[in-house]
């Protein structure tokens, strides 16, 4: 009788985990004009794992979420961005949903 | 109005990190179409294609009619842009462009088809609020040479962001060699561009149309 309460307690944190998708948030040098972020964009669109993309131009970031489960290794986030021709600062996961952050964003906090 | 773009250019200066005209180079994997219309000496539309963030490949087409003379030139080319240098700074960027082709050349004043040669290069600054560019453009062969070095800079009335509608406003200094323009062609020009549709048109100093878009995809 103890196994089900279990099963149903790691079911219940497997989905709240999958449910919280994971953001990964990089400050970029370079960041000026649209056509920039629009190129950034087009790049990181191309990894599987990329739900959605925000670029700030205001704020100097680039912030990807990323689809359940999934995930893409810094090096390979650096170098997509390297390859677009811009210069990554830092790399920063956090669990904010990029719904979150678009509001702060607008509200003009970082 | 020369007087009055180094005048500029040194306010420029004084008030910070200034900006750029149109890129040879978008972004990698990205097409780049343009058209301009230069007062009616200068006629040029052109497609490439980057299949790296520092080099793309492509062609084009320059139409030029000197306003002095009959002169007239027609050259279509292919053309390889490359990125020798950027700078990815703070609150700015800045990069150095040239770019080489070959084509051919018809005209006016000489007989038949010529081969033409294509040279330049472009140094550029851009910040989200100052812009400035120079860029020199060779076109010549055995019979012609033209060159059209081409001065911009410009001031955003506001900080754009992405999505939204970015406005310049700009000033422009142009000189063209052999014969097509006699001393510097000034003009005013409005910039807007948004995602990648880029437009921009103005006066020059002789009442003429100064007029260019370009998209990027």
């Known amino acids: 009788m103890k196994f089900l309460p279990r099963v149903l307690l790691s079911l219940l944190l497997l989905a709240s985990a999958s449910a919280q998708a994971a953001t990964i948030e990089m400050q970029v040098n370079g960041l000026v004009c649209a056509f920039c972020a629009q190129g950034i964009e087009k790049q990181l669109r191309k990894f599987p794992a990329t739900a959605d993309v925000i670029v700030s131009l205001e704020h100097k970031l680039v912030a990807v979420a990323l689809k359940d489960g999934q995930d893409i290794p810094d090096t390979e986030l650096r170098r997509a961005l390297t390859n677009a021709g811009y210069t990554v600062k830092a790399v920063q996961r956090t669990e904010t949903p990029l719904a979150e952050l678009r509001q702060r964003l607008k509200q003009g906090k970082s | ?217």
Do not use: C
């Not at chain 2, 200068?42 to 002095?68: C, I, N, T």
């Not at chain 2, 800079?153 to 006699?182: C, D, F, M, N, S």
């Open chain 2, 1 to 217: 109005m020369f007087r009055w773009s180094i005048g500029l250019a040194g306010a420029l200066a004084l008030a910070g990190p200034m900006s750029v005209m149109a890129k040879p180079i978008a972004f990698a994997d990205g097409y780049t179409v343009m058209a301009e219309y230069g007062a009616g000496t200068m006629k040029e539309a052109q497609l490439f294609y980057a299949p790296r963030y520092d080099f793309s490949v492509g062609g084009g087409h320059v139409e030029l009619d000197s306003d002095q003379t009959a002169k007239s030139r027609r050259i279509n080319y292919a053309r390889l842009n490359y990125l020798v240098h950027r700078w990815n700074l703070d609150d700015a960027q800045a990069n150095l462009f040239a770019w080489g082709g070959l084509g051919s050349a018809t005209g006016n004043t000489f007989s038949g088809t010529l081969l033409a040669e294509n040279a330049g290069a472009q140094a550029d600054y851009e910040t989200r609020r100052v812009y400035a560019s120079f860029k020199t453009d060779l076109q010549r062969s055995s019979a012609f040479s033209h060159r059209i070095d081409t001065l911009q800079l410009g001031l955003a009335p506001y900080k754009h962001e992405y999505g939204g509608v970015a406005t310049w406003l700009l000033v422009q200094g142009r000189q063209y060699t052999g014969g097509i323009h006699r001393g510097t062609e000034s003009a005013v020009l409005v910039r807007l561009f948004k995602g990648g549709a880029w437009i921009e048109a103005g006066v020059t100093n002789g009442g003429k149309l100064q007029a260019m878009a370009m998209f990027n995809f």
